[in-house]
């Protein structure tokens, strides 16, 4: 079946920037999304992209979609400690269904 | 103010016996969802519904049941709850598919025992 990886850890200094990598292997993807998880707490929609795009910008996130490679990045500036949560990549054709990565815990050091 | 919410947020039950965890959503949404999330498995889709009476299987869906009769309500049914559906559960609302921002509740932490 189609899947979705991304690497389980990413520690970072307060004010760096944080990049969240994820990589997907339906090739009719047609939404890519990012959520946030914060602990004891469901997932809250971060922002999306559509498979056309390259780029999206939204005030200090921005998502990079590389098609080809089926790569998809979520970079955070100046990454504060409110940031520290699970992040998960998903992705979906439009056919109702959904799929998510495994989640990146992001660790900001203060 | 626009919810999903989830009922019994922790349950712990022993194996066999049937148990329903609740989902309602205030929002109008034409589309529910549940999820399980495992560690190092992620989220994975148990079940969706697209309107009232339409319901269809995701990823996995073994050893559970949905049902959608009202808009506002889609419960999860275990028949025969089994250890191995230990898991956090997540009910998901959204008006449709695709661009529409799909809302989580609190989850459900169960355990069966």
């Known amino acids: 079946g189609e899947d979705v990886e991304q690497s389980l850890f990413l520690s970072v200094r307060e004010g760096d920037s944080s990049v969240i990598n994820c990589t997907y292997t339906d090739s009719s993807s047609t939404y890519l999304y990012w959520y946030k998880q914060e602990p004891g707490a469901g997932l809250q929609l971060l922002t999306y992209?559509?498979?056309?795009?390259d780029m999206k910008q939204d005030q200090r996130l921005t998502v990079l979609l590389n098609k080809k490679d089926k790569h998809l990045s979520l970079r955070i500036a100046d990454t504060q400690t409110g940031d520290s949560a699970i992040y998960f990549c998903?992705?979906?054709?439009?056919?109702?269904?959904?799929?998510f990565g495994t989640g990146t815990r992001l660790k900001v050091l203060a | 103010e626009a919810q999903v919410t989830q009922n019994p947020r922790y349950l712990i039950t022993v194996t066999g016996k049937k148990l329903t965890v609740t989902c309602s959503q205030n929002?109008?949404?034409?589309?529910m969802s549940w999820y399980r999330q495992d560690p190092g498995l992620g989220l994975r889709q148990i079940y969706y519904s697209m309107n009232v009476e339409v319901t269809d299987k995701g990823d996995v869906p073994e050893g559970y049941k949905v049902s959608r009769k009202e808009k506002r309500n889609f419960p999860l049914i275990l028949e025969s709850p089994s250890p191995n559906q230990t898991s956090l559960y997540f009910c998901?609302?959204?008006?449709?598919?695709?661009?529409?921002?799909?809302?989580f509740g609190p989850g459900t932490r169960l355990t069966v025992l």
């Open positions: 992209i559509f498979s056309n795009m």
């Open positions: 929002m109008n949404h034409e589309y």
């Open positions: 998901a609302s959204s008006l449709d598919s695709g661009a529409d921002t799909q809302y």
């Open positions: 998903a992705e979906s054709s439009g056919t109702y269904k959904y799929i």
